[in-house]
């Protein structure tokens, strides 16, 4: 019988998942199905329960339903712990296993696909919502001293507080004034009003530094895919290697799938389609 999958959210007509899964599957022979299904703002958990009693054997979960499926999950991973979210759900009899896989998918889309290696980098991960928390456990793991800059200063030391981790430390976007990195991520939601980031345009200016806050070489990668946000046009007019979000999006999709397969696609051809068809 053919194994049926979903990933749940609302909105999630526009979910690009059904393409992916489906492209995996092509590609690695396996019999499943996958589809979208919007479930009500005040029903995850209802809607989770008719899949397990329907014969699925697990989902995807994107906004606004991150949260609930954490708190959904029988039995959560290291890293769903650590992200305070889920984004993978797997049904196994009674258990539910909640896992993330968003973090895995950057460090594999950075250091695979973009060839920049983590280990001893100086990464400034700008925003400390949910998106920041599900990557820190990761990058962490891959050998990165990580800064997270945050608005509200707090919720950037009070994110770094709960890794307990002396490579890592948070405060304002002021406190970069004078630093510079290797890696710059944006897991803010700037991009999607087309807001400034307060980043320090030129902190090494008395120095006879040119690239402002970006190191030699840095990459600027925005979790955003499919358009040119401020920040990447930002880090373009200061010499950095700009990446988009796609290549994330891809990677902790075959992350699940693998989770559920036991199968690791190759991502290469799925990105190249996805771009075909953006």
Known sequence: MTDRYAVIGNPISHSKSPLIHALFATQTGQDISYEAIAAPLDGFAATIEQLRNEGYRGCNVTVPFKFEAFNCATELTERARAAQAVNTLSFEGDKIIGDNTDGAG???????????????????????????????????????????????????????????????????????????????????????????????????????????????????????????????????????????????????????????????????PVMERLREVA
């Open 106 to 268: 950057l460090v594999r889309d950075i250091e695979q696909n973009l060839g920049v290696k983590l280990q001893g980098k100086r990464i400034l991960l700008m925003g400390a919502g949910g998106a920041s928390y599900g990557v820190v456990l990761p990058l962490l793991t891959a050998g990165g001293t990580i800064t997270i800059a945050n608005r509200t200063a707090s919720k950037a030391v009070e994110m770094a507080m709960k890794f307990a981790d002396s490579a890592i430390r948070g405060g304002s976007y002021e406190d970069l004034a004078e630093q510079q990195f290797d890696i710059i991520i944006n897991a803010t939601s700037a991009g999607l009003t087309d807001s400034e980031i307060p980043l320090p345009s030129s902190p090494l200016s008395a120095k006879g530094g040119k690239g402002g806050i970006f190191a030699p070489g840095a990459l600027a990668y925005d979790m955003m895919y499919g358009r040119e946000t401020p920040f990447m046009a930002f880090a373009r007019a200061h010499g950095a290697q700009v990446a988009d979000g796609l290549g994330m999006l891809v990677e902790q999709a075959a992350e699940a799938f693998f989770i559920w397969r036991g199968v690791r696609p190759d991502t290469s």
